[in-house]
């Protein structure tokens, strides 16, 4: 058997390591993965702004709490001043009373501020646990396909190492000549360097060559490198 003869083991285990690899960078986990990725940057948006409206919806409430607070005990000690004797003017007392009237008012209208601010924030509060959900479901997606592409990378690393190997046996008792030849011309035409001559016509292109270029490429040495003159590639004869 030819030099070239062996470069068709060598072309069949390239094809394959090519095909490894591609399946390798394209596995569907990696599509998937960008794909939830993508999902997760977006429900982690849409989360935030959730959190964002609850806690203005939180901080009103809160504030119009406090004011309510501060005018319930204001309320108290004006009422405390009504009733324990240390006023006995009438018209301070009617003051004091009117006083009391406006401050419990007022008390009143931020209490009830308060109850609308906690009444909008409910359904907030469940739109905010929904997010939660999808983004913690986005999360434990992105953790399970990212296991899968490792195993899926270190299954697919021993298999190309192991057609590795093999490769170097099969090319090693080529001539180097013929293998810079032969890898240069993978790069040239797609990965596919040698192909067989069947009658006249080559595997590679599937043209006829013409029977003149067909009888020198029969008449050169068995182990000399010869081309397809249409498409370039090594021929095996």
């Known amino acids: 058997m030819s030099s070239i003869d062996d470069l068709l083991a060598v072309q069949v285990l390239d094809t394959r390591i090519d095909q490894l690899r591609h399946q390798r960078a394209t596995m569907a986990q990696r599509a998937a993965l960008v794909a939830c990725v993508a999902d997760l940057v977006r429900a982690r948006a849409v989360l935030e702004e959730c ?3 609850l806690k203005a919806l939180r ?18 000690e004006v009422n405390t001043a009504l009733y324990d004797g ?47 959900v999808v983004v913690d479901d986005l999360v434990a997606l ?9 195993v899926a990378e270190a299954e697919l690393d021993v298999q190309i190492a192991e057609q590795t190997q093999e490769r170097a046996d099969a090319v090693d008792g080529v001539p180097a000549d013929v293998v810079t030849l032969y890898d ?46 249409d498409c370039g590639r090594l021929l095996v004869r």
């Open 51 to 53: 959190a964002g409206r």
């Open 59 to 76: 901080s009103s409430q809160k504030e119009a709490e406090d004011h309510a607070s501060l005018l319930e005990d204001k309320a108290t």
């Open 86 to 132: 240390s006023i006995t003017s009438h018209k301070e007392l009617e003051s004091l009373q009117a006083e009391h009237r406006q401050l419990k008012e007022h008390q009143a209208q931020f209490e009830d501020q308060a109850i609308e601010y906690m009444e909008l924030a409910e359904p907030v509060e469940e739109e905010l646990a929904g997010c939660t």
């Open 142 to 150: 992105q953790a399970a396909l990212e296991a899968e592409i490792l």
């Open 184 to 229: 240069g011309l993978r790069k040239q035409q797609g990965g596919v360097a040698v192909a067989r001559l069947t009658g006249a016509r080559c595997d590679g292109c599937h043209l006829e060559i013409p029977s003149a270029e067909l009888e020198a490429i029969r008449r050169a040495p068995a182990d000399s490198a010869v081309t397809c003159p």
